[in-house]
């Protein structure tokens, strides 16, 4: 099973930016997925999750308002609409299979990455 994220690039702050991520193989409706962010010298900080169903998300408080995860488990995809984007919101976003069906906001709960896809928010 493989993660390929795509959507990412150069955009000003205050448009918007569809992220998606593909899964291969047959398992992807089993599972909750997230979306995580790592900036230049910094750590990998959770963005955001959803259930295996869609039926629950959480969000970290900073996207809370301008970020919705969503998946459509017929496609194997789940995408991460970036709205009103942000300077700091410049990072390379990761998508993640959590090891639940629930998941959570901490990456060791993740088992499976995708390579990361380059957003860049200009002021």
């Known amino acids: 099973v493989q993660l390929q994220a795509s959507g990412g690039g150069l955009v000003q702050a205050g448009t918007s930016l569809r992220l998606s991520c593909i899964a291969s193989?047959?398992?992807?409706?089993?599972?909750?997925m997230g979306w995580f962010r790592q900036a230049p010298g910094e750590e990998r900080e959770f963005v955001a999750a959803?259930?295996?169903?869609?039926?629950?998300?959480i969000y970290e408080d900073s996207v809370k308002e301008r970020f919705i995860i969503s998946r459509d488990n017929a496609k194997n995809t789940v995408y991460l609409q970036m709205n009103s984007l942000k300077p700091g919101d410049t990072a390379v976003y990761y998508c993640?299979?959590?090891?639940?069906?629930?998941?959570?906001?901490?990456?060791?709960?993740?088992?499976?990455w995708g390579q990361g896809t380059l957003v860049t928010v200009s002021s």
């Open positions: 959803i259930t295996w169903n869609g039926g629950s998300t």
């Open positions: 193989g047959r398992t992807f409706s089993l599972y909750g």
């Open positions: 993640a299979r959590s090891k639940w069906s629930m998941p959570k906001s901490i990456s060791i709960e993740y088992d499976l």
